[in-house]
């Protein structure tokens, strides 16, 4: 393990290239995974978990638990609990609730609105940040925090290799693609 602090950045064309983004997160992704999202309303965050759940194999409606607080899903590749801190005072909820025991769980853990209960995450995860471009598109910068670990590296590499990046090199936010389900090069992620 090394600390480190990795961003890239990549074009969302699409509610099926945020999907694909998620997808690809959950097909990486390993037991211990803390991503903590950020982005204003209706930038993507819930449709990012439902392309996670449905690469963990998790079935089931993933809404936002915004009511709820968090919400566990099982029956997949690994569990995935996903925590929405949107309403104020999230902070002490959390807390009641167990929170931290759920962030070092064996499965994936997701926090929407996570910069609101920011000192409360543990320092080494994976910050997703979705923002409004356009009508039809986002930008997301993904930024690996604190020490990286193999599930963070394992993560990382699938990022840099399904956007066309090298190791050690950012992508280029308007040329980089990622391969579609069908093998064809995807217009959705840029």
């Not at 409606?61 to 915004?66: F, L, R, Y």
């Not at 853990?109 to 039809?136: C, I, K, N, Q």
């Not at 020490?147 to 590296?153: I, S």
Request: proline share 4%.
């Amino acid at each position: 393990m090394h600390d480190t602090h990795t961003a890239i950045e990549a074009r969302l064309l699409g509610e099926d290239a945020t999907l694909d983004l998620g997808r690809l997160i959950g097909e990486a992704s390993a037991a211990g995974l803390v991503l903590a999202l950020e982005g204003d309303l209706g930038c993507g965050k819930t449709t990012l978990v439902r392309g996670i759940a449905e690469a963990l194999r998790i079935d089931g409606n993933v809404a936002s638990p915004t009511y709820t607080l968090m919400q566990t899903h099982t029956g997949g590749r690994l569990p995935l609990v996903h925590f929405d801190a949107w309403m104020e005072g999230r902070e002490k909820a959390l807390l009641a609730d167990g929170a931290d025991e759920f962030l070092q769980s064996d499965g994936i853990s997701v926090v929407e609105w996570a910069s609101r209960v920011e000192e409360w995450l543990p320092s080494d995860r994976v910050a997703v940040h979705l923002h409004h471009e356009t009508l039809d598109s986002r930008r997301v910068v993904i930024e690996f925090m604190g020490k990286t670990g193999k599930t963070q590296e394992r993560l990382l590499g699938s990022l840099r290799a399904a956007l066309g990046t090298p190791p050690g090199e950012e992508p280029d936010p308007g040329t980089a693609q990622r391969s579609g389900k069908d093998g064809a090069n995807s217009p959705h992620l840029e």
